[in-house]
């Protein structure tokens, strides 16, 4: 079982980009997926969750900008970011909480995928 994210770029301030995370596997269930980001020299923090039925939650640095969203059929989880500003500039790891064949529910990360935003 494994995330795959895509999406990330390089965009101006006040642009907009779009991520996407595709589980794929032995999958029974998937609950909560989110997106967590980590700028150079920083924490890894929480940008944006969505459980199951879709409750969301987001930092306070990126509400009212950004928009997460998931396609249960699809596996997937989006992330759909307006008004960047240079301070978004980090690699973006989904995280998912996936029930898999065989085991139960395991916490697992993406690859990252790198966002840029030039001022």
């Known amino acids: 079982v494994q995330l795959q994210a895509s999406g990330g770029g390089l965009v101006q301030s006040g642009g907009s980009l779009r991520l996407s995370c595709e589980a794929s596997g032995s999958i029974i269930a998937i609950n909560t997926m989110g997106w967590y980001r980590q700028a150079p020299g920083k924490r890894r923090e929480l940008v944006a969750t969505i459980t199951s039925d879709d409750s969301t939650k987001y930092a306070d640095s990126v509400k009212g900008r950004f928009t997460i969203s998931r396609d249960n059929t699809a596996k997937t989880v989006y992330l759909q970011m307006s008004s960047l500003k240079p301070e978004d500039t980090a690699v973006y790891y989904c995280?998912?909480?996936?029930?898999?064949?065989?085991?139960?529910?395991?916490?697992?990360w993406g690859q990252g995928t790198q966002v840029t935003v030039s001022s």
């Open positions: 995280n998912a909480n996936i029930w898999v064949v065989g085991s139960y529910y395991q916490n697992l």
